[in-house]
């Protein structure tokens, strides 16, 4: 029901919207219902990721849903089966460099991040190392800021090393990797792929592999400002025109990987916090949503990160390591 008031506010417009008077009572509601729910949604929605079986390689149904289960305690279903797919899939795909794509290092990083959840040797995946991929400044820059962020992502995850390739035309470091993001950093803050305006998840996704570096960034506390500017005044996020689950999610592992409290009053709007923006959006099957609108439906990639979300969340309030930090799993 208030996934319905929501959308119905939000298709008010600005005018109509400054006329509701007893809004601030529905978001205090709504807060207090997310909190007496959090646990069963992130049990019912890990029970529903489960129940699509075996996950195989890639984007959706894949990785990221190995990451959220291994991330959250569970076992991963057919993880056996899911292994074997990894398997084929770098024996088809991998290139005489180790890279899976040409133009995505994400490919690399993203098995890497999994494999690692898991408990899986990188650097003997049918025989090659997934690390190969990631030694060359000038292919992991082919995706402009995404490339370092997922390479440091993937590397922190397991304080792996950085192989030598003696044919790279530049040589890749972490330090390299966080110099490019800072140097990427907009004028007022925050991080974008295209334009001159931050964007919620890239700032997110930013920080999240800043988080380590953060000694070192005063843009950490940049970025941190302007998410804290973008919020809505619900607790959500909007991007690409459309306030979603996915931007409130990557928000979420950003503040956990940074070890800033999710009811800190910077990211509180009405008493509505991100992890209550995010509960908005889950269904009673588990799944998560993309919108409120009620044009989509359940949406794989909105459950995936929203799974995980709450997997960080989970492991902030326990004491454990943060979600891409996974030397819990190789101890």
Same mark, same amino acid.
């Given at each position: 029901v208030t996934a319905q008031v929501f959308s119905a506010y939000d298709a008010l417009g600005q005018k109509l919207q400054e006329r509701v008077g007893n809004y601030d009572v529905l978001l205090a509601a709504e807060a207090r219902l997310a909190e007496l729910n959090a646990q069963d949604i992130y049990k019912t929605t890990g029970d529903f990721i489960v129940s699509k079986g075996a996950p195989v390689t890639g984007s959706i149904g894949g990785e990221w849903a190995v990451l959220g289960l291994a991330r959250s305690g569970r076992d991963v279903p057919g993880a056996?089966?899911?292994?074997?797919?990894?398997?084929?899939?770098?024996?088809?795909?991998?290139?005489?460099?180790?890279r899976l794509n040409r133009s995505r290092s994400t490919e690399n990083s993203r098995l890497i991040l999994a494999l690692t959840a898991i408990g899986k040797d990188v650097t003997h995946v049918a025989g090659r190392s997934l690390l190969d991929g990631l030694?060359?400044?000038?292919?992991?820059?082919?995706?402009?800021?995404?490339?370092? %962020?997922?390479?440091?992502?993937?590397? @922190?995850s397991g304080k792996y090393e950085?192989?030598?390739?003696?044919?790279? &035309? %530049?040589?890749?470091?972490?330090?390299?990797?966080?110099?490019?993001?800072?140097?990427?950093?907009?004028?007022?803050?925050?991080?974008t792929l295209t334009g001159g305006e931050p964007d919620v998840d890239i700032t997110a996704m930013t920080l999240q592999a800043l988080a380590k570096y953060r000694d070192q960034a005063a843009a950490v506390e940049r970025g941190l400002a302007v998410l804290s500017s973008l919020q809505e005044q619900d607790g959500g996020y909007t991007s690409w025109g459309? #306030?979603?689950?996915?931007?409130? &999610?990557? %928000?979420? %592992?950003?503040?956990?990987?940074?070890?800033?409290?999710? @009811?800190?009053?910077?990211?509180?709007?009405?008493?509505?916090?991100?992890?209550d923006a995010l509960l908005r959006? &889950?269904?009673? #099957?588990?799944?998560?949503?993309?919108?409120?609108?009620? #044009?989509g439906g359940d949406d794989g990639m909105a459950t995936e990160q929203a799974f995980y979300a709450l997997a960080a969340i989970?492991?902030?309030?326990t004491g454990k390591t943060t979600l891409y930090d996974m030397t819990d799993v190789m101890q």
């Open positions: 056996d089966a899911y292994y074997a797919s990894v398997v084929e899939y770098v024996q088809k795909a991998m290139d005489e460099n180790g030694d060359s400044m000038a292919f992991i820059t082919k995706q402009s800021v995404n490339g370092p %962020v997922w390479a440091l992502l993937a590397l @922190d950085i192989p030598e390739n003696p044919d790279a &035309a %530049v040589q890749a470091t972490r330090q390299m990797y966080v110099d490019e993001l800072l140097t990427r950093e907009l004028p007022d803050g925050g991080w459309s #306030s979603n689950s996915e931007s409130v &999610a990557q %928000v979420i %592992v950003a503040l956990t990987e940074l070890g800033v409290p999710l @009811d800190d009053a910077r990211f509180v709007k009405n008493g509505v916090t991100v992890e959006f &889950a269904q009673e #099957s588990g799944a998560f949503v993309h919108v409120l609108d009620g #044009s989970h492991r902030a309030e």
